[in-house]
T-cell receptor, first 116, second 115 residues
Framework: AQSVTQLGSHVSVSEGALVLLRCNYS??????LFWYVQYPNQGLQLLLK??????LVKGINGFEAEFKKSETSFHLTKPSAHMSDAAEYFC??????????????FGRGTQLTVWP | DTGVSQDPRHKITKRGQNVTFRCDPI?????LYWYRQTLGQGPEFLTY????????KSRLLSDRFSAERPKGSFSTLEIQRTEQGDSAMYLC?????????????FGPGTRLTVL
């Protein structure tokens, strides 16, 4: 079965600093992996996704993530944090076979705080 | 805006009452998902439709919950005899047909508070 673990429920960085949000996955098949962002009282917005092409995936708003099969990781990074990046971030793995095709399994989320 | 819409955005109800939520997916998307998100948790899968057929239901979906997608377009999620534990954000998502990792597009959610 698929599952996701996000290490660190809260991450705080100063504006301009590197952002690193950690995600490890468990999957019995080659995974499809996603990062979503959620702003207060809003739905989830896709940041980026890994689909077995390039292992380094670039997303919106300057975010990128690297798929590392040997480490079963898909960490999210951004070189320089901006105040507008403050939000909750969710890593997810997709069920890519059978009757539940496309079902997403989410981590518990990481709340990112950016201080000036 | 042609994204996923949900109605209502907020619902406050008393324990024991029935509530119904509506989701309108992106028009060409044939797959529709419902998720539930409680405070401090990631979204959890509830159920999934391909066109009008409900193909999968989570164990989270007790017999008080029912979902429909009558014409393969909009979907409704009904909760009967609500309990305080049903308080959560209910999210709807849709995606295109196909076996690949098509993106799921999420609506803004319906926040349910059961008093």
């Amino acid at each position: 079965a698929q599952s996701v673990t996000q290490l660190g429920s809260h991450v705080s960085v100063s504006e301009g600093a590197l952002v690193l949000l950690r995600c490890n996955y468990s999957s019995s098949v080659p995974p499809y992996l996603f990062w979503y962002v959620q702003y207060p009282n809003q739905g989830l917005q896709l940041l980026l996704k890994y689909t077995s092409a390039a292992t380094l995936v670039k997303g919106i708003n300057g975010f990128e993530a690297e798929f590392k099969k040997s480490e079963t990781s898909f960490h999210l990074t951004k070189p320089s944090a901006h105040m507008s990046d403050a939000a909750e971030y969710f890593c997810a793995v997709s069920d890519n076979r059978g009757s539940t095709l496309g079902r997403l399994y989410f981590g518990r989320g990481t709340q990112l705080t950016v201080w000036p | 805006d042609t994204g996923v819409s949900q109605d209502p955005r907020h619902k406050i109800t008393k324990r024991g009452q029935n509530v119904t939520f509506r989701c309108d997916p992106i028009s060409e998307h044939n797959r529709l998902y419902w998720y539930r998100q409680t405070l401090g948790q990631g979204p959890e899968f509830l159920t999934y439709f391909q066109n009008e057929a409900q193909l999968e239901k989570s164990r989270l979906l007790s017999d008080r919950f029912s979902a429909e997608r009558p014409k393969g377009s909009f979907s409704t999620l009904e909760i009967q005899r609500t309990e305080q534990g049903d308080s959560a954000m209910y999210l709807c998502a849709s995606r295109l047909r196909g076996g690949g990792p098509d993106t799921q597009y999420f609506g803004p959610g319906t926040r349910l508070t059961v008093l």
